[in-house]
C-alpha cells in the first residue's frame, strides 16, 4: 500500500493536541510494556484518547492503555504516550510515523523511548537496564518510505548519532550515582509479534546485536529524519530465545517488566530533571 501523507495530515492531529493545552511540551516519552505507569505521576495532567486524535491511529494491544497524557514531570513539560504502535499489529511501517511527527508539531525536541527486550549478549539479566546505543533494523521498509516532506526533514538523512551521545552519558551519570549498573548496547529490531527463534538469536549476536525487542526503531528513525534527540533505554525482561533452556514467556516478559518497573522509574524521573 501506498500512503501519501501530507505536512497538513501530521498538523491536523497536532492542532487537535494543541487546542487543549496552554503549554509547550519539550520532552516526549513513550513507554514500553509494563512501563506505563510513570504516566501516571504526570501532574496537571491533561489526558486524550488517541481515537479523538484527527489521522491519529489506536491501539491493540491490551496492556499498552491508548492515551496521550500531557503534564509536567520532573519539572518538565511532557507529552507521554502511554501505548505505542508496533508494525506486528498490522500497521504498515509507513504509518509508524505519526506520533512521533505529530510530537514535533508540537514543539517536542527530545524522544525518551523504552522498551522491553531479551538479551542476546549473555552477559546481560533479566532486570538490567541498557542504554540503547545504535540500532539494527534489516526487515521490512524504512517508516519514511514514500514522498518526502520537506517540512520534518530531508530525503536522504544520516543516523550516525540517532541515539544521542549527550543523553547516553547523562543516563550513565545518573545511574552511576544511583547505584545502578546500566548496560550499554545494540538494540536489534525484529517484527514480531513471534519471539525469535534460538537460530535467529544466534545470527542476531554474530550481527553485534546486544537486545532484541518489537518496537522502538521506527520512532527513533522517525525522530532522526526532523531532527530530534533520542534517549532510549530497553529493561532487559528475559534471556532470548535459546540462551537459556526454556522457552520465551510473554509472563516472563511482564513479570520482569512489573517488578524492574520501580527502579527504572526512579532512573527515568532523574534523568529527565536532568535534562
Ligand atoms: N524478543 C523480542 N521482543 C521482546 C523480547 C524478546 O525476547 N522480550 C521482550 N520483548
Redesign the pocket.
Known amino acids: 500500500m501506498e500512503y501519501n501523507y501530507d505536512f497538513k495530515y501530521f498538523k491536523e492531529s497536532a492542532d487537535y493536541i494543541l487546542d487543549k493545552i496552554d503549554f509547550k511540551p519539550e520532552i516526549a516519552l513513550i513507554l514500553g510494556?509494563c512501563l506505563g505507569t510513570l504516566s501516571e505521576e504526570i501532574e496537571n495532567p491533561v489526558v486524550i484518547d488517541y481515537k479523538d486524535i484527527p489521522n491519529f491511529l489506536t491501539t491493540t494491544v491490551e496492556s499498552h492503555a491508548g492515551k496521550l497524557i500531557l503534564g509536567e514531570l520532573s519539572g518538565k513539560k511532557v507529552v507521554c504516550m502511554s501505548g505505542r504502535f508496533h508494525y506486528y499489529e498490522g500497521y504498515d511501517f509507513e504509518q509508524l510515523v505519526a506520533p512521533i511527527r505529530v510530537f514535533h508539531l508540537l514543539g517536542v525536541e527530545t524522544v525518551i523511548l523504552t522498551?522491553?527486550?531479551?538479551?542476546v549478549n549473555t552477559s546481560y539479566e533479566p532486570g538490567d537496564i541498557m542504554i540503547i546505543e545504535d540500532h539494527i533494523k534489516l526487515t521490512g521498509a524504512s517508516p519514511v518510505r514514500g514522498k518526502n516532506i520537506e517540512e520534518f526533514g530531508p530525503r536522504f538523512f544520516d543516523m550516525t548519532n540517532t541515539y544521542t551521545e549527550e543523553y547516553r552519558k547523562l543516563a550513565k551519570q545518573v545511574s552511576d550515582r544511583l547505584g545502578m549498573n546500566l548496560k550499554e548496547g545494540v538494540y536489534f529490531y525484529?517484527t514480531?509479534p513471534q519471539?525469535?527463534s534460538p537460530a535467529e538469536i544466534r545470527a542476531i549476536r554474530v550481527l553485534g546485536g546486544d537486545a532484541?525487542?518489537?518496537s522502538t526503531v521506527t520512532e527513533a528513525i522517525t525522530a532522526a529524519h526532523c531532527g530530534m534527540k533520542v534517549l532510549g533505554l530497553s529493561l532487559i525482561?528475559?534471556m532470548?530465545?535459546g540462551v537459556l533452556n526454556q522457552p520465551?514467556t510473554t509472563e516472563e516478559?511482564d513479570e520482569v517488566a512489573q517488578s524492574s518497573a520501580l527502579n527504572f522509574k526512579v532512573l527515568l524521573r532523574e534523568i529527565i530533571k536532568e535534562m
Open positions: 510494556s522498551n522491553a527486550a531479551g538479551a525484529c514480531g519471539f525469535e532484541v525487542g518489537m525482561s528475559n532470548a530465545a520465551v516478559v
